[in-house]
Structures are given as C-alpha cells and as structure tokens.
C-alpha cells in the first residue's frame, strides 16, 4: 500500500512539472522573441532620432534600447535555467517511477567492466541490480555502490555504518535529489557522468614547474615595450619597440610548450570544475537537522568551504579561455605575459587544492552511492533491512526477487538450520529454480551493501557469496563449457575449503551439464558429498532426479523442489519452493504439447 501511495505521488509530482514546463517554455520562446524585437527596434530608434532630430538623441534612444535589452537578455537567462531546472527534475521523478516499477530500460545505461572471474557478479545479475540502484551523477560514485554490490567479503562494521546513514538519508528525498539537480544543472547540456579521476590526474602533473623567473622578465619586458610604443607614436623616439618586442616574443615563444599542455587540460575540465563546485556549495550549505551521521560525513566540507577555493580556479580557468577569442586574445598576449600569469596562478591553485580535492571528492562519492541505496529504500516502503548477525545462519519470509515488477513477483520462505548444510532443488523446466538462487543471492548483495532486501524478514550471518550459474565457454583461452564449468566449481570448493573466518554461501545451478548422463550424475553425487558438512551452506539446482536420494545418506543434504500444473493444455506454475524432491517433471510434456513425436505421452 505504502508503495502505491508512493507511486501514486511521483506520478503527480510528474503531471504537475510537465505543465510547468509547458507555460515556462511559452515564455521563454515569447522572451526569445522580446530580444529580436528590443535588438532590432532599438537599432531603428536610434538610428531614426538621429536622422530626425540630432546625434545626441540618437545615442541616447540607443543606450536606453542596450539597458532594456540587456534586462530582457537577463531574465530570458533565468527562465531558460528555471526550464531546465524543471525538465531535469521531471528526468528525475520519471526515474523514480521506474525504479518503482522496476522498469530498467527507463533508466541510464551505465557502462560497467564485468569480471568473468567473479564469484558471484554476472550470476546473480549484477550490472542490472546496479542500473535499478544507481542515482549517482560522477563515475566516482556509481563505481563506489558497484564495489559495494561487489564486495564478496562483508564487515559488519562498515554495514551498519552504512545502515545507519541510509536510514537517515530516505526521508531526504529533497536533498538526495537536489544533490543530484547541483550537479546536472551546472553542467553542459550533454549529460554524462562526471568523472573525478581527470580532476585529480591534472592536480597532480605539472606542479613543479618554476614559471616566476621567465614571468617578471616577460613583465618587465612588457612594460618597456608600453612605454617605447607610447614614445614612438608621440613621435619622441624611433621604432626601438620592435627591438624589445621580438626580444619579448622570443622568450614568450620558448615558454609556450612549458604551459599549452596546462592550458589545454584547464579548459577540458571547466565543466568539471562548475559542476564540483554547484555540488560542494550545496552539501556545505545544507542544513542537515537530526541527521546526525550524515552532517558527520559531509562535516569535511562543511568546515572547509571548498565550494569558496574552487571559485578562485574557476575564474583562472575562465581567464584562461580566452585563448578561445580570435580577437582579444592575440592583442592581449602581445601586449602582456597573460599566459604566463594564468599559468602560475593555475599551479598555485594545484598546490592547494591536491591535497584537499580527492577527501571531498571520496565523500561526494561515498554520499551518491548511500543516496542510491537510500533511494532505493524509499522507492520501496515495504522492503525491511536485514538482521545481520554473527550467531545466524540463514532464515527469510516473503522473499522476493527485487528486479522483478511487484505485480508478477512471487515471494517464498526459506531457512538454511545449520553451516554445513546442503539444498539439492528439483523441479521441471521454468518451474523456478534458477530465478529462486538469483534471489537468495541478490538479497545477501544488497544486505551486505547495507540496504533494504525485498523480505518481510530477514535473519542472516555473515557469510562470502559464490555462485556457479552461468558458466560460459571461452574462445579466447580455447576453454570447453564444461572445463570452464569445472574450473568454476574447483574454484568454489577451495573457497569452501579455505578456512576463512566467514563461512560461504553458495549457489549452484545444473551441476556438471556439460557433459553425458552417467559422468554427470557420477560427478553431481561425489561434488555435493564435498561441499555438504563444510564450513558453509549452499543450494544445488538439478534434473537430476537421481540426487534427491542424497538426503537418505547425509543428515547435511535436503530436498526442496518446484512443481507445476497443466491447465486448458499448458503448463502452469506457481514459482513457490516446497519441501520435499519432485514428484513429476515437464520435458516430455513440453514437448508433447508443443506437437512434437513422443512415446507415452
């Protein structure tokens, strides 16, 4: 319920931008066309009262038609950023509604590096879990959540660290999507996540560079061509200026290759710069109330006011595109060193800030990536967070799967009594099975991130996750499915095996399917003897009808299966997990309903 009156707001919220936008949008195109009209009348004016009546009059009909024009330009600018204040939090309420929904091809594509050789990441669907989580507006803080899913080896102190700044985070809606409207708003129009790394790579070069010397020659320089033009055009002395000019020129050429790299690495990040400093304003400036842990994280910048240091780059970085200007530009560096003092005040800068801009940006990415998670929280009220405890081992109700919509989700219970024990999951084809091990593995991922799980509750230790479900083949290293299917189980019982401090959790989906009936069955007995009684719990999903005899041999091994029905001639199933091996299975029927030549059937 608590999730449809959620939805029910965002949806409002989103009508009433789309109006906004509308009437904001008539009147900055009615402003756009005030500013040709002004433009154009007052040019006419001025040029009529000058005809008609005197000089004079025409300058001024023409200075009050500049002032009238330059406040129509002015609020025409305002309106402009107003509309696009408006149309990004629209992209944002929309995003919500399809987190809500669990409509992932409604949200950004975020490019992820995927490791084959993960115990758990592309099993478990880890990149889509990712895309559904990830509000984040810089690499750094989309990168900081997908480490957090990744982390195989969970701390309960970082967790409930985590959970308690989450949970100060969800009622701030506001804040965590004004965090993220800084950041778009103060950026290009071309929106792309914000990358921290440059920032910090060209902090750190070109700093020892000592540009004083060559500046007050330069400066000197500079001044002695003023005065020796000045002479020469009042006619005092001859062209000697040429003399000092070139002099000027030379070793202003010589200094050039020491300061373009600079200069051109300045003006790439300048909307870098404008979009740290829209962020770390807001952050410094925020009041944050009963929100204790969250002040405490952001407290760095708060008592620094970086958003103040970074202004004075920015406007070094601003005197700097003036390389930009065809006109202005060439006049001014051949009258004074410009470059030379952009340059020096641009390393000074560096050497301040070098060491204070990687703790801010480390905290801005550590709060995107709570805000995902917290929002991910608020997008569902009726999720709960996890008890986590040393002394549990596994234990959940109404768990469901969180990439799936709510209204085709099926929720089941589940508990795991012991370490050591053992699931072997029967059942037919589509019956559920591999969707029920993507489940379990999920929900420990976002336990351990420190967010909700998508449980009505949720007991469970500390354990390091591995799964083996989508073994592939690799072309590359010339690796068969099964091979790499083996390597891939080999790896799981050394992890089993290890002795780590933290017991694993394992999930095996179509144990030894590459390769013929009786090696695999032969293999799955021998492999689940292995793991069961080990320092671990684990699932094993099978066709194999022939293991659910295991449980009669090891106290460690149980059954649990699915089942289906056939209805008005197909097949039906309920996706809930009972206990007990499979009493029937589907292939042949399958087959059979689909009109293909079956005996018996």
Known sequence: MQRQHRLASLIRSQKRLTQRIKARQQQVDQLANWRLIVLGGGGLASIMAAIQASTSLGWIVFGISVVIFAGVVVVHRRYAISLRKYKIWQTLKNQHIARIQADRSSLPHVKITKNAQHPYEQDIDLPDLHRLLNTASSQDGSQR?????????????????????????????????????????????????????????????????????????????????????????????????????????????????????????????TDALRRLTAVLRFIETYRYGDKPTIREL?????????????????????????????????????????????????????????????????????????????????????????????????????????????EVKISNDFTFDALGQVVIITGSNMSGKSSFLRTLGIN????????????????????RLFSSIRVTDSLDDGIS??????????????????????????????????????????????????VAGQHGVGLIATHDLELVHLEDESKWIQNYHFREDIQDGRMVFDYTIRAGASPTTNALKIMALEGLPVDGV
């Open 145 to 269: 959540l997908y480490d957090w899913l990744l982390n195989g080896t969970p701390n309960s102190n970082d967790i409930k660290q985590r959970q308690a700044r989450i949970k100060d985070l969800i009622p701030m809606s506001t804040f965590r999507d004004k965090l993220t409207l800084s950041a778009e708003l103060a950026s290009d129009l071309n929106r792309r996540e914000w990358d921290g790394q440059r920032l910090v790579d060209w902090l750190t070069q070109n700093t020892d560079q000592n540009l004083r010397p060559a500046f007050y020659l330069l400066s000197i320089l500079s001044l002695i061509n003023i005065v020796l033009f000045t002479l020469f055009m009042l006619e005092v002395l001859p062209a000697f200026w040429l003399a000092t000019w070139t002099l000027y020129a030379f070793l202003f050429l010589r200094q050039w290759s020491a300061i373009a790299s600079l200069f051109e690495d300045a003006l790439q990040l």
């Open 298 to 406: 952001c407290q760095p910048i708060i008592a620094a006011k970086p958003s103040e240091q970074l202004r004075g780059l920015s406007w070094t970085v601003a005197g700097a595109s003036l390389r930009q200007n065809p006109i202005l530009y060439p006049l001014l560096i051949a009258t004074v060193p410009w470059d030379m003092l952009i340059a020096m005040r641009l390393q000074r800068h560096k050497k301040t800030l070098a060491t204070q801009i990687p703790d801010w940006l480390n905290i801005w990415a550590e709060l995107e990536a709570l805000s995902a998670l917290a929002n991910f929280a608020y997008c569902n009220p009726d999720y709960i967070f996890p008890d986590l405890q040393s002394d549990h081992v596994f234990e959940v109700t109404e768990l469901g799967h969180p990439l799936l919509p709510h």
């Open 444 to 463: 420990l991922v976002l336990a351990y991130a420190g967010t909700v799980v998508n449980a009505q509750t949720f007991k469970a230790g500390y354990f």
């Open 481 to 530: 499915f099964f091979y790499a299917e083996v390597k891939r189980l080999r790896a799981l019982l050394n992890a089993l095996e290890d002795g780590a401090e933290h017991p694993l959790f394992f999930l095996i989906d179509e144990i030894f399917r590459g390769t013929n009936n009786k090696e695999r069955l032969i293999g799955s007995r021998a492999y689940t003897q292995a």
